[in-house]
């Protein structure tokens, strides 16, 4: 038996390790933070006193030490703070940087905050600001303040500004400081404004003096627009600053300005510049903590909001008008008034500033090269990519280095990082790199708010966007519905399947009006899509006769899919008349109304179809699901219905071959072996995932790792309750009803045992003129079934004609005379 040895740690290793965790400690960094916040305040107070009181107690606090000023019983001063206060505001003021040192108890203030986690204003930023404000504040308060007032006791510039102007005056002159402080101000004012550079431009021309615009004045009425206000004629900021510093300087050396020097032409230069650098920003930043290792982290792509209200989601413009001054048939005009839900409806996760953690950088950069070091890999180069819940390690083997013999090393790499999910990529994918996917830590939430307030969603024009998360690179990921066409979901139970089904159908939401698309959802568990039921009137299609919104019965999903495969043939009918090939150009003929829809022709929106559980109902219903699937994915997608099915078992027996080949595109959660993995993705990499929303997203031969978007039950909750508010058609959209040959026979119905409601429902139907099976069920409140019997019964009296799929039934009786002398010879 072999004993192991306790590794001891020292006590003073661990009570330095003490001390570290108490300063970590979110308590401790409080506390710390409300006592610097109280310095900087009381400092700040000291200040502004001195400027009143400082007359009488500079005697008393020059030439004194501060322990003697506080030791002393008898000596009693203004300030609002004290004998100390009093000391540190003469020694802050006069001997160091003059009426700007009150930025230094602003800056304890900030840091203070800061501390207590209520400002997250860069420090980098304050501290640029703060030193930035001491030197050019304290250099102009010298030259200007200190040379108007020169007999108060206070030194505007202190000791600092007054030396730092004098050696600037015998050097440049004072028109050199004139110049410097405009510069200043230009610096202050480009950097501090959030406007964009053309208006910061725009302003600067609107303050020039007025004999600057003289010249101009010619060029900028012509260039004004008409329906912009014209803007007072008042001196700018500029031209009272240079009014006022030309009289000082006039009055005290005897010397006049000339007006040719102007501030404004010295800055046009530097403005440009500003521009342009503004404008060639990347939407990333750089962090090299050495010269071998370059760490990328990428920004988000976020924009502040998304208009309720707003059409940006709609792809095709229909306000123009037809031919023969005939206005476009508008789909939308029922719900006209319809507004999509608002992003307050999400909710927002604080990520907080995405510091990366470097020393965790380092680390894993170090345990890499030294674990393919000890197999005898070297390598030239490593770059970092750190995403919300992943960071790639690109590397650049030497020359002579195999690939395989990296790809082969992923279980010893991910035994010296001691992380789960290690995933290697050799080579990367257009580039001469090998990637090594490493989870982060500290993994960041990937909300859905993030995903749908980002610049790339709000200004996509596909037909069906949707939004999934962000990849490695911090990019939102979005892909249009239609070009896949349908989507094979896999996953094992609790990695993050059904929100990423609830992520898919949020995207849809926030971007498809009710009139442009329709959802059939299935849902097998009878939970996980219930939450939608309040927007059936909006969004949900089903059969007439069924009265849940949500398909949970397998008799019922069998039904449906079979009424799916006949309504695309009835489109596929509906585009052969049309003499078109796909949905698109059918709708854009529809609404340029060269389609009439006295020939059956109507207009028609896409049906998205999500089936949950794929592998209960193979399971329960086995050939009956399957085969209506597989016409689906077939011939579907001209038509406009698009499936995406979702399962916890991507087993051979569930995802068959006529189904993996109709389904291109594939969304692979954690599963928990990797012959799933192949299953699903053809290749291994889906068992490597850490959960939690953890994917890879297939199309074709690309392979992209994604953080799925993360929105949960009271978000949903919100958003169907904000559309179901709303006003809705009168139903949910009706599938065509699909009825057996046996049931369609009019010789196997017996009129002889007609229902009680016989009569009445074919005057109902002759007055409507109108063969609905819907039409008896809703005006008799009666069962699909029994509605069903009712229309078999009228079929075979003759007073109907046969089924035709979704289009009502000829009614050939036209007035009630005739069908009451019909009823009369049934009698």
């Known amino acids: 038996m072999v004993k192991r040895k306790r590794k001891r740690t020292s006590p003073s290793k661990k009570k330095r390790t003490d001390w570290l ?5 979110e308590r401790t960094q409080f506390i710390l933070g409300v006592i610097v916040a109280f310095v900087g305040i009381f400092m700040l107070l000291a200040i502004i006193s001195f400027f009143f009181t400082g007359a009488a107690d500079q005697s008393k606090v020059l030439n004194v030490s501060f322990w003697q000023l506080i030791r002393s019983s008898n000596l009693e001063v203004d300030n609002w703070t004290g004998a100390g206060g ?106 501090v404004r959030r406007s964009n550079m053309h208006k910061i431009q725009q ?40 009014s006022s510093i030309k009289e000082k300087l006039s009055s005290n050396n005897g010397t006049d300005i000339e007006e040719e020097t102007s501030p404004e032409e010295e800055i046009e230069e530097p403005i440009e510049t500003e521009t342009k650098t503004a404008d060639s920003l990347t939407p990333k930043y750089v962090v090299k903590p050495d010269d071998d290792f370059e760490i990328i982290v990428p920004k988000d792509d976020e924009t502040d909001s998304l208009p309720a209200d707003d059409d940006k989601g709609n792809k095709r413009d229909l306000s123009f008008i037809t031919n023969g001054n005939q206005e476009a ?42 674990t393919l070091r000890n197999y005898g890999i070297e390598i030239t180069s490593i770059k970092a990519t750190v995403g919300p819940t992943i960071t790639l390690y690109e590397i650049v083997p030497q020359a002579g280095v ?32 090998v990637g090594i996917e490493v989870p982060n830590k500290d993994p960041q939430i990937v909300s859905m708010h993030s995903v749908l307030s980002s610049k790339r969603y709000q200004e996509c024009n596909y037909e069906l966007p949707v939004a999934l998360g962000k990849t490695i690179t911090n990019e939102v990921f ?9 989507l094979l979901v896999a996953g094992a139970t ?30 097998p568990k009878m939970v996980e899509f219930n939450i939608y039921s309040i927007i059936e009137n909006h969004y949900l299609a089903k059969l007439p006769d069924e009265d849940k919104p949500i398909i949970t019965d397998v008799s019922k999903v069998t039904q449906t899919l079979n009424s799916l495969t006949k309504e695309m043939d009835d489109r596929y009918e509906l585009l052969m008349k049309a003499h078109v090939r796909a949905i698109r150009e059918y709708n854009e003929k529809f609404i340029n109304r060269r389609l009439n829809p006295n020939n059956g022709h109507r207009y028609l929106p896409y049906i998205v179809v999500v089936i949950d559980e794929f592998g209960d109902l193979i399971m329960t219903a086995g050939k009956e699901i399957e085969m209506p699937i597989a016409r ?66 297939s199309q074709g031969s690309t392979l992209t790792r994604i953080q799925c978007a993360f929105v949960d039950t009271p978000e949903l909750d919100d958003i169907t309750k904000y559309i179901g508010k709303q006003q809705g058609y009168d139903a949910a959209y009706p599938l065509p009803e699909v009825i057996s040959d046996a049931e369609a026979a009019p010789g196997a119905v017996d009129l002889n045992d007609r229902d009680v409601l016989f009569e009445e429902a074919a005057r109902l139907i002759v007055v409507h003129q109108q063969g609905s099976t819907s039409l008896i069920q809703r005006k008799f409140s009666i069962g699909y079934n029994r509605a069903g019997r009712l229309m078999d019964q009228l079929e075979a009296a003759g007073i109907v004609g046969g089924a035709q799929g979704s289009k009502p039934r000829e009614v050939f009786i036209q007035d009630e005379y005739s069908l009451e002398k019909l009823l009369d010879s049934l009698n």
């Open 494 to 523: 609790g990695q993050g399947k059904s929100v990423g089904l609830n992520a898919i159908i949020t995207s849809l939401l926030y971007k498809m009006h009710p009139a442009e698309m329709k959802m059939v959802l299935i849902d």
């Open 402 to 433: 195999r690939i395989s013999k990296i790809r082969n090393l992923e279980d010893d790499i991910a035994l010296s990082l001691s992380a789960l999910g290690i995933r290697i990529i050799a080579p990367m994918p257009g580039k001469g790199t």
């Open 632 to 697: 689906i994915a077939q011939k579907a997608r001209a038509v406009g219905i698009h499936m995406i099915i979702a399962t916890q078992r991507p087993t051979t027996n569930i995802i068959t071959g006529t189904i993996k080949a109709n389904f291109p595109a594939r969304m692979a959660f954690r599963v928990t072996s990797q012959i799933d993995s192949r299953t699903i993705l053809d290749m291994s990499g889906a068992n490597q995932l850490i959960g939690r929303g953890d994917m890879l997203f």
């Open 478 to 486: 979005i892909f249009d519905l239609t070009k896949m066409p349908h």
């Open 86 to 191: 009093a000391f540190i505001a003469e020694r802050l003021v006069n001997d160091w940087f003059g009426l700007f040192s009150s930025l230094i108890p602003i800056f304890f203030i900030y840091i203070g905050l800061r501390l207590m986690r209520v400002s997250k204003f860069s420090f980098i930023k304050a501290l640029f600001a703060t030193a930035f404000g001491l030197i050019c504040g304290s250099i102009s308060s010298a030259f200007i303040l200190d040379n108007i007032l020169p007999d108060s006791h206070v030194k505007w510039g202190g000791a600092h500004g007054i030396e730092i102007e004098r050696f600037l005056e015998s050097s440049i002159g004072w028109p050199g400081i004139i110049l410097l402080i405009i510069l200043f101000i230009v610096i202050i004012v480009v950097t």
């Open 203 to 242: 302003t600067l021309v609107d303050n020039k003096p007025s004999f600057l615009k003289f010249e101009e004045s010619v060029e900028s009425e012509a260039t004004i627009e008409p329906d912009l206000p014209e803007k007072e004629n008042k001196p700018g900021i500029f031209s009272k600053l240079f």
């Open 21 to 25: 965790h108490l300063f970590k400690s």
């Open 329 to 370: 048939y508008d789909p939308k005009k029922d719900l006209s008034m319809f507004k999509f839900p608002t992003l307050d409806l999400l909710k927002v996760y604080n990520t907080g500033d995405r510091e990366i953690n470097m020393a965790e950088q380092n680390e894993n950069k170090d345990k890499i090269i030294s």
